[in-house]
């Protein structure tokens, strides 16, 4: 994988704070609806489940918020359908981004995207026209902590990793979709601590822009980040 995205990690620092004041809520418990909803209400055996409800706990949702959010999804209580979607975007520079959703209303959130892409100069794609562009890929936030660098890049190798990249004081690593879950624990067999693990989409390739122009993209990806129903925003944008 060629053109690694720096958007997840701009985002995570920016949206740090974000967290702390649990404005993200909402988005953790739609995300816990859905993956038991597809998969059921067991973590031990629903691994969407169980990292969609790992995050919640680390943006300090309460138990009882979890359970809730569980049970919608199982239908033991009764609540609005939430939906999964994605939504394709071209934006100016021929840039491409993937905006994930889960949704109980799709023509508000369609609605609303386009509000947001028109004041960009952006628009919605059809179907294809931009996920071409992405592969699918499970990634996994490694600590660094003391190991040597050679000795943890071993370490990763022999845990199936497929690539990985730095991300300050992590390691971003890299694994087959259908492979995160083994992957991970692989890495936890060797100690290594995982402070996230997701599947993403990657650009294949990244395309760069001149600062004012790459400023204008980076705000239109944070608009996009900050609707409601915005589970994540994934994009080819060189940062």
């Given at each position: 994988?060629?053109?690694?995205?720096?958007?997840?990690?701009?985002?995570?620092?920016?949206?740090?704070?974000?967290?702390?004041?649990?404005?993200?809520?909402?988005?953790?418990?739609?995300?816990?609806?859905?993956?038991?909803?597809?998969?059921g209400?067991d973590?031990?055996?629903?691994?969407?489940?169980?990292?969609?409800?790992?995050?919640?706990?680390?943006?300090?949702?309460?138990k009882?918020?979890?359970?809730?959010?569980?049970?919608?999804?199982?239908?033991?209580?009764?609540?609005?359908?939430?939906?999964?979607?994605?939504?394709?975007?071209?934006?100016?520079?021929?840039?491409?981004?993937?905006?994930?959703?889960?949704?109980?209303?799709?023509?508000?959130?369609?609605?609303?995207?386009?509000?947001?892409?028109?004041?960009?100069?952006?628009?919605?794609?059809?179907?294809?026209?931009?996920?071409?562009?992405?592969?699918?890929?499970?990634?996994?936030?490694?600590?660094?902590?003391?190991?040597?660098?050679?000795?943890?890049?071993?370490?990763?190798?022999?845990?199936?990793?497929?690539?990985?990249?730095?991300?300050?004081?992590?390691?971003?690593?890299?694994?087959?979709?259908?492979?995160?879950?083994?992957?991970?624990?692989?890495?936890?067999?060797?100690n290594?601590?995982?402070?996230?693990?997701?599947?993403?989409?990657?650009p294949?390739?990244?395309?760069?822009?001149?600062?004012?122009?790459?400023?204008?993209?980076?705000?239109?990806?944070?608009?996009?980040?900050?609707?409601?129903?915005?589970?994540?925003?994934?994009?080819?944008?060189?940062?």
């Open positions: 994988m060629s053109g690694h995205s720096k958007w997840s990690q701009i985002k995570r620092q920016k949206g740090a704070a974000d967290v702390k004041r649990g404005a993200s809520f909402s988005k953790l418990s739609n995300a816990i609806i859905v993956a038991a909803k597809n998969g209400g973590v031990n055996a629903n691994f969407t489940l169980k990292m969609a409800v790992e995050k919640a706990r680390q943006a300090n949702m309460p009882d918020t979890i359970d809730r959010a569980i049970k919608r999804g199982t239908g033991e209580i009764q609540g609005a359908a939430i939906e999964e979607a994605m939504y394709e975007v071209i934006a100016p520079g021929n840039i491409g981004i993937l905006v994930e959703a889960a949704t109980d209303n799709k023509n508000r959130i369609t609605s609303e995207l386009k509000n947001v892409l028109s004041k960009a100069g952006a628009k919605l794609a059809s179907s294809g026209a931009v996920s071409y562009q992405f592969n699918k890929a499970g990634k996994l936030l490694v600590e660094v902590g003391e190991k040597d660098k050679e000795e943890l890049e071993l370490m990763l190798i022999d845990a199936g990793v497929e690539d990985f990249v730095e991300e300050d004081q992590e390691i971003a690593a890299f694994s087959k979709p259908n492979e995160l879950e083994s992957t991970k624990k692989n890495l936890e067999a060797q290594l601590i995982i402070k996230e693990a997701n599947l993403i989409y990657e294949l390739n990244s395309i760069k822009l001149e600062p004012v122009q790459a400023e204008k993209i980076v705000k239109l990806l944070e608009n996009l980040e900050n609707l409601d129903d915005v589970i994540a925003v994934y994009t080819n944008l060189d940062l």
